[in-house]
């Protein structure tokens, strides 16, 4: 299994139905031939992408095969630029999860690393390492929470100011109990705060996502147990100093399970957060909205009979609109059905739902307008009033998208694995 990634430039506006020109190709193939697997990508201001996954190193702990960060740089002509890779210090399994550009065109990647003493994720740390845009290796910071177990990094984000927010699951050394942490690091990778949330049930709290605002404030969202013993989303913002501003809680009607996938900040400091709602039946997306002190100002439901929807993705253009991007199974057997894109208005209202096969795992904007949704195998770009323009099938036997972007002149480059 090989990293595949591909651009395509952009058709004009009018034309729909169409595929987009695909532009290159590349694929990347680790030093033993194993399987590789892509698990986030970035592009800067330049064009140049930046890809990260896990990939078959040599072998590690007898038993098992050490599995490395692979991070992969191509110029906007699709020329290989550098690549790096990373074998933690239980020279074992090693995953990276997420990826950052920041404004000087540094790589910022972040993900788990087993330290030494277990091959396992019982005993990962968060590892976050910076690159230069030329691939050199700037700093690399790891952390090991204080039961000294499993700790896992799952996303990262930078601020205006080039600091590095990294967020992730940690154990609490008390049972199954995991807690958010997040931690604040800054350009030169000096940690500058650390927190921990511990939701009100003592149980399994779960970061999905993270933003931060204008203010260099960060807002990190995902699923938390409760009293009850079931899941509610829990969306915290903390201030650049790293002080708790607000905790918001969403338990939906029926008190069972609520997840939030993914959250955005607006122009004014106002957050968007979505995920899924009513787990494991009938299931909803829920997109809500917050001021920037914590008051929710609105919220809405997606409900498409008979499937359950659970939002994937979310993005927020200029004027404070809302996109989400919704994948919808079968209740009865949990098989893909379809997928909708739904745009709100920053007062709440739904402006208009595409409704269509292309999967919506990943949403992205452009300044043009264009709304870019990519999914299994497929990727489709709309128009700002829905319209679809184009829609691209990667043809290779087994492929599979889990990511795209547009880059700054408008040209979609897709990530996946085949």
């Keep these: 299994m090989l990293f595949a990634i591909f651009a395509l430039a ?19 193939d680790g030093p033993v031939s194993g399987n590789d697997f892509p698990n986030a990508l970035a592009v800067d201001h330049s064009g140049n992408v930046f890809v990260t996954g896990n ?3 040599i072998l590690g702990h007898p038993g ?16 290989p630029l550098w690549t790096n890779r990373y074998n933690g210090p239980g020279d074992a399994l090693d995953y990276p999860r997420a990826i950052a550009v920041d404004g000087n065109g540094n790589v910022i990647v972040a993900g788990q690393s087993v330290g030494s003493g277990s091959i396992f994720e019982k005993n990962a740390d968060f590892a976050t390492i910076k690159y230069s845009g030329g691939g050199v290796p700037l700093w690399t910071n790891r952390y090991n929470g204080p039961a000294k177990s499993g700790d896992l990094a799952r996303v990262v984000a930078v601020d205006t100011n080039g600091n590095v927010l990294v967020s992730g699951i940690s154990d609490t050394g008390f049972g199954t109990n995991y807690d958010f942490a997040t931690i604040k690091y800054s350009s030169a990778g000096v940690p500058l705060w650390t927190n921990r949330y511990h939701g009100p049930g003592s149980g399994f709290d779960y970061p999905y996502a993270l933003a931060t605002d204008t203010g260099g404030n960060a807002i990190v969202t995902g699923g938390s147990a409760g009293i009850n013993g079931d899941y509610d989303y829990v969306t915290i913002k903390y201030s650049s100093a790293g002080a708790r501003l607000w905790t918001n809680r969403y338990d939906g009607p029926g008190h069972s399970s609520d997840s939030a996938s993914a959250v955005a900040a607006d122009a004014d400091g106002n957050v968007f957060v979505t995920g899924s709602s009513g787990f494991p039946t009938n299931v909803d997306s829920v997109t809500i909205k917050y001021s920037s002190a914590g008051i929710p100002l609105w919220t809405n439901r997606y409900d498409s009979p008979d499937l359950n929807n ?3 993705a979310l993005a927020v253009d200029s004027t404070g609109n809302a996109f989400v991007a919704v994948s919808s199974t079968d209740i009865t057997n949990n098989s893909y059905v379809r997928s909708a894109t739904i745009k709100y208005s920053s007062a709440g209202v739904a402006i208009w739902t595409n409704c269509n096969n292309y999967g919506g795992n990943q949403i992205t904007l452009r300044s043009n ?7 299994i195998s497929q990727t489709t770009a709309f128009s700002s009033s829905g319209v679809p323009l184009w829609t691209n099938f ?4 087994g ?7 547009i880059d700054d002149s408008n040209n979609a480059v897709m990530m996946g694995q085949s």
Excluded: R
């Design 64 to 79: 098992a095969s050490g599995t490395d960060w692979a991070t992969v740089a191509y110029s906007s002509t699709g020329v």
């Design 369 to 375: 307008g264009v709304v870019l949704v990519s999914g």
């Design 55 to 57: 990939s078959i190193g």
């Design 310 to 312: 659970a939002a994937t």
């Design 10 to 28: 952009p058709l004009v506006p009018h034309v729909q139905a169409q595929n987009a020109v695909p532009l290159w190709t590349n694929y990347y």
């Design 399 to 405: 492929a599979y998208l889990v990511w795209a972007v």
């Design 394 to 397: 990667y043809p290779a036997s």
